[in-house]
């Protein structure tokens, strides 16, 4: 499998949120503005990306009866490296994420591409399996926040960015850029209830953009048998 397909197959037609459906939890939950959602991204991409390699290179030592014992520890390991490090160095993302930091350790989607590939492939495939899935679902964390926080603040990068003077900050009091005031923001995107709406639609959207790919593929293949 070469990078171009593993990029298509991470970011669209094998999207660990849209089309797997997996690590929803963390995903509905926190996807509420683009500081938590850029912040969770990376961490997962970054996770995922260690793992993989990790896993690949000792895929053959592995016993099959340990296995998924050992890959729950490899995980657990770079869990807790992050985990440390955001309350090091950015401790407003890792109070504000809280426990959905540490439950990355039985996130499906690590532990998912763990079983599914980097335990049956090289290290420069899983290596770019873990970049290129944990694209697709940052991608999708990143949609949802400005979706969410747009509709139900009215304001875009709450938390990231500082409205009145456009400077970036990391502390997570950046008020965000106003879109429109919040008297018209429908307060409900933020809650639940958003999150699964707004994931449900992208869901659609995506299928949607598939199917019609689709179809236009075989009509060509069709055209081109005559």
Request: hydrophobic content about 50%; glycine content about 12%; some cysteine.
């Amino acid at each position: 499998m070469n990078a171009k397909q593993q990029l298509k197959e991470g970011v669209i037609t094998n999207n660990p949120v849209l089309v797997q459906q997996i690590g929803l939890c963390a995903t509905m939950a926190i996807s509420t503005s683009l500081f938590n959602g850029i912040g969770m991204g990376l961490s997962v991409l970054i996770i995922l990306t260690c793992c993989n390699v990790v896993i690949s290179l000792i895929r053959k030592i592995i016993p099959e009866q340990v296995r998924l014992a050992i890959f729950v520890v490899v995980i657990a390991g770079f869990v807790t490296i992050v985990d440390l490090l955001l309350q090091a160095f950015v401790p407003a993302l890792s109070e504000s994420l809280g426990v959905f930091i540490p439950l990355i350790v039985v996130n499906c989607i690590i532990i998912g591409r763990a079983e599914a590939f980097s335990s049956k492939q090289s290290v420069g495939a899983s290596f770019r399996d873990g970049v290129f899935q944990g694209l697709g679902y940052t991608l999708v964390l990143v949609c949802m926040c400005l979706i969410r926080e747009l509709l139900g603040s009215g304001t875009i990068g709450g938390g990231l960015f500082n409205g009145a003077d456009s400077f970036l900050t990391l502390d997570g009091t950046g008020a965000g850029f106003r879109i429109f005031p919040e008297t018209y923001a429908a307060g409900a995107m933020i809650l639940p209830v958003g999150g699964f709406l707004t994931l449900g639609i992208l869901m659609a959207l995506l299928q949607y953009i598939l199917r019609k790919s689709g179809e236009k593929k075989a009509r060509k293949e069709k055209e081109g048998e005559k």
